[in-house]
């Protein structure tokens, strides 16, 4: 079989992604080749797919578009090619992310230290690139409070607290795909384990965590599994945690720790080595930091200072957004299941990973925010700062709740299989109840371990997974997005069987759109448009510190080339959107942007926004639409555009 280019690698990750057509101006930037490269790299591309069941069609003035002609022949083509070469870290990556990633992976997977040549010719780029590169490595190891050693002759080398190196390592270290269960997706890990290894510590923990009744997520389960073998890796390697600085004799009383103690001692026995006492809190922690931990294993006084933190943040989402939220008490429970649990990470000092992180800030904007105020909240009464991955956690929670009030709507019977645990089947039910109405009756929710207990037949018509299943099942099974995505919906409806609307023009002002710029930072376009906007006496000399206070919480770059700034609080005359193209993209806290969309609400809002924020999701969402966008010259021209969205 022929080996694809790794920049053709590249151009079919975004088809698979976006399954929708692809401006080829787009791709070209992205992948820093000019339009005519990319034709004929698409050509080749064509030659490789369409032998199994796939084809990349070309529409004039349009772009390009993934075909899909053999769903089994495609699908199985991706399970054995595009994975082995795709999700294995060692191939070459083309953009800056993907090369900053392999560095990094790299320098945590080595003990030794690594020269610059070296990494410089195995991504076939210059050292002085490399050296460019080491800046962003620097920045993701900062997060976590390690440095980069550098010592004449020999190179580089990461250094700092055990515990710190492998929250790293389980953040970046693995290439992990939220929606293939870890068992199936195993080829990069076998430079460091044997197949069997992994499949019989998966064994060991699905047992040891059955006999003491503990049920986790496949996305839980995966994480723990990970750490796991993080800790079998250093320590055969000679890296071991000398100390953790906790009080932890509470630990030590706990149900965690039972299960954590019987996990890796028969670890012990299957790998020959042996676990220090510090090694089994290290993983005690973990398992402490999933959702399933008992609300006995917390203080009494927790509950109710759970519970106030609860009202505060529903009653702050009233005052500043105009949601009210207050009276869901399923949202209550959820969100009080779920602090319990998140409290107990932020104190350890665990590092959340959120993999749907982006997709909960693109398709559920609204819900962002929300949880953006919930961490604000939250960090205020304990006096921590709150990852964004934690703050998407929150947003599911209360994305679902917004969901709940849109609509509650029978009636084909599906199972929903999700890997992400209950907050996001509980976001993607009430998205298919919105779309299907009383068309759909969601029977249960399953994870993808413990599909094999369902009683399938007669009990349902279908099921819909947000993870590949290789399994016999006898109904059918759709694969979607855990966020679901309109692409989805649609593949949805085909295969089995309207929006609020406003006037849009109402808050978009010609004095407010600016095309063709020539800027180089987000502080100079959020400048710039903060000043037109106190000019036009819309709002006053804060507003622009506002807007960068809101990009201190969290980037509102949501990819596509587009960003959507904002003020951290209403606090603008009235509401309205400012455009600014730029002529060329510029970093927006590591993302390229080049269409900038700054959204205000007015002070004191009474009024339901959703549509405008669908209006802004249905431009980013469109990756031809955008590049249409960037293109325009003339007022009329963009006018044109944006009332045909």
């Not at 953009?95 to 560095?103: A, E, F, P, S, T």
């Not at 000679?238 to 149900?255: A, F, M, P």
Request: charge should be neutral; include cysteine.
């Amino acid at each position: 079989m022929i080996n694809m280019h790794p920049r053709s690698i590249f151009i079919l990750q975004e088809f698979l992604k976006t399954k929708s057509v692809i401006n080829g101006n787009y791709l070209s930037k992205f992948a820093n080749v000019s339009s005519r490269t990319i034709r004929a790299d698409i050509k080749m591309l064509n030659v490789f797919i369409r032998e199994h069941g796939a084809v990349i069609q070309s529409y004039r003035g349009n772009g390009y578009q993934l075909e899909i002609l053999d769903d089994h022949s495609f699908y199985s083509f991706i399970q054995t090619y595009h994975q082995k070469n795709i999700g294995n870290h060692s191939d070459v990556p083309i953009d800056h992310k993907g090369r900053v990633l392999y560095i990094l992976r790299k320098l945590l997977g080595s003990p030794d230290y690594i020269k610059l040549e070296d990494l410089a010719e195995e991504i076939y780029v210059s050292k002085s690139t490399v050296n460019n590169l080491i800046k962003d490595v620097k920045k993701l190891l900062g997060k976590y409070k390690l440095i980069l050693e550098k010592r004449p002759n020999y190179g580089v080398c990461v250094k700092g607290d055990e515990f710190n190196i492998r929250s790293c390592m389980s953040e970046y270290y693995f290439n992990r795909d939220i929606h293939t269960p870890l068992m199936q997706n195993v080829q990069f890990m076998l430079n460091l384990f044997k197949s069997f290894e992994i499949e019989m510590v998966k064994e060991i923990m699905l047992r040891s965590l059955k006999e003491k009744g503990m049920d986790l997520s496949d996305q839980e389960f995966e994480n723990l599994l990970v750490h796991i073998l993080i800790s079998i890796e250093r320590i055969r390697s000679g890296s071991v945690i000398k100390e953790i600085n906790i009080d932890t004799k509470y630990i030590e009383h706990s149900k965690e720790y039972q299960i954590s103690c019987k996990i890796l001692s028969e670890l012990e026995k299957a790998f020959s080595i042996h676990f220090p006492y510090v090694e089994s809190i290290y993983i005690t922690i973990h398992l402490m930091g999933t959702k399933v931990a008992s609300y006995l294993a917390f203080e009494p006084s927790k509950e109710e200072t759970v519970d106030h933190m609860i009202q505060e943040i529903l009653q702050s989402i009233f005052e500043e957004m105009n949601i009210d939220l207050q009276h869901d008490e399923e949202l209550k429970l959820n969100m009080a299941e779920h602090l319990y649990v998140a409290l107990n990470r932020i104190k350890y000092g665990l590092n959340v990973r959120n993999p749907i992180i982006q997709d909960i800030k693109t398709q559920y904007p609204l819900a962002f925010e929300a949880g953006l105020i919930a961490a604000k909240v939250i960090s205020s009464k304990i006096k921590k700062e709150i990852e964004e991955g934690e703050t998407g956690y929150l947003a599911i929670h209360l994305g679902a709740s917004i969901e709940r009030q849109k609509k509650n709507r029978e009636q084909k019977r599906c199972l929903i299989v999700c890997a992400t645990g209950k907050g996001s089947a509980q976001l993607l039910k009430y998205k298919l109840i919105e779309h299907f109405g009383g068309s759909l009756d969601i029977v249960d929710v399953a994870s993808y371990y413990n599909l094999k207990d369902f009683v399938l037949e007669d009990q349902i018509d279908f099921i819909i997974s947000t993870v590949t299943i290789d399994n016999d099942i006898s109904v059918p099974v759709i694969k979607v997005n855990t966020i679901l995505g309109k692409d989805d919906v649609s593949n949805i409806r085909k295969k089995l069987f309207q929006q609020h609307s406003g006037d849009i023009s109402n808050h978009v002002k010609s004095e407010l759109v600016f095309l063709q710029q020539q800027m180089n930072s987000r502080e100079e376009v959020i400048r710039f448009l903060s000043r037109k906007i106190v000019d036009l006496q819309l709002g006053d000399d804060a507003f622009c510190a506002s807007v960068l206070e809101r990009e201190v919480c969290s980037s509102t770059a949501f990819g596509n080339l587009v960003a959507i700034p904002h003020p951290i609080k209403n606090m603008s005359q009235e509401t309205f959107i400012a455009f600014c193209t730029l002529t060329k993209p510029i970093d927006w806290g590591g993302t390229p942007v080049q269409l900038v969309c700054l959204f205000s609400v007015k002070q004191n809002n009474k009024s339901d926004l959703q549509y405008l924020y669908d209006f802004l999701y249905n431009i980013l969402d469109n990756k031809s639409t955008v590049d249409k966008i960037i293109g325009c010259t003339s007022q009329k021209e963009f006018n044109k555009l944006i009332e045909a969205k």
